[in-house]
């Protein structure tokens, strides 16, 4: 079975600064990764995937991701944090099942607040 | 409609009482997913209709939970006999293949007292 763990379940940045947000996936077959946001009272929102092809993906709002297979990994980064992007982000796995992928299993998100 | 709509936003239910969850999902699109979000947790798989059919049900935590979707298009999600563990919200999402981006909606609150 396919597990997500986000490291932090809070990160803090000043407007302006490189956001990081730290994902690591567990997964026996090669997966396909995402990373979805959630604004207050609202549904998710996809903000990039990984479906293996390039291993540097660059998403919506100016995200990106690299997926990494020697470390399990597929951080989400934005060089400069804007005000805007204050939100939950969840990343999530999902892996190909006799050629379907549709369950997708979530991390427990990370809450990223952006200081003026 | 533009996105996937879910109705009652937000519901509060007396435990043991019945619920009903609504999902209108974009028109158009064959495969409709049922999530759970406890607080502080992330989403959790449910179910999987394709169409009509429920492919996967194996999310379902127990016999309490039922869903449907007779006519491949809207879909409500049941709950008997409500306890407190049950309280979430519960998010819709539909896309056009099984294999294709999924779409969320906001999501029903669901408060057991």
């Known amino acids: 079975a396919q597990s997500v763990t986000q490291l932090g379940s809070h990160v803090s940045v000043s407007e302006g600064a490189l956001v990081l947000l730290r994902c690591n996936y567990s997964?026996?077959?090669?997966?396909?990764l995402f990373w979805y946001v959630q604004y207050p009272n609202q549904g998710l929102q996809l903000l990039l995937k990984?479906?293996?092809?390039?291993?540097l993906v660059k998403g919506i709002n100016g995200f990106e991701a690299e997926f990494k297979k020697s470390e399990t990994s597929f951080h989400l980064t934005k060089p400069s944090a804007h005000m805007s992007d204050a939100a939950e982000y969840f990343c999530a796995v999902s892996v190909d099942s006799g050629g379907s992928n549709y369950k997708l299993t979530f991390g427990k998100g990370t809450l990223l607040t952006v200081n003026p | 409609g533009a996105g996937v709509s879910q109705s009652p936003r937000y519901k509060v239910a007396k435990r043991g009482q019945d619920v009903a969850l609504r999902c209108d999902p974009i028109s158009g699109h064959v495969s409709l997913f049922w999530y759970q979000q406890a607080l502080g947790q992330g989403p959790e798989f449910l179910t999987y209709f394709q169409n009509e059919a429920q492919l996967d049900k194996s999310g379902l935590p127990s016999d309490r939970f039922f869903a449907e979707r007779p006519e491949g298009s809207v879909s409500t999600l049941k709950i008997q006999r409500t306890q407190q563990e049950d309280s979430a919200v519960y998010l819709c999402?539909?896309?056009?293949?099984?294999?294709?981006?999924?779409?969320f909606g906001q999501g029903t609150r669901l408060t057991v007292v």
């Open positions: 999402a539909s896309s056009l293949g099984e294999n294709t981006e999924a779409f």
């Open positions: 997964s026996s077959v090669p997966p396909y």
């Open positions: 990984y479906t293996s092809a390039a291993t």
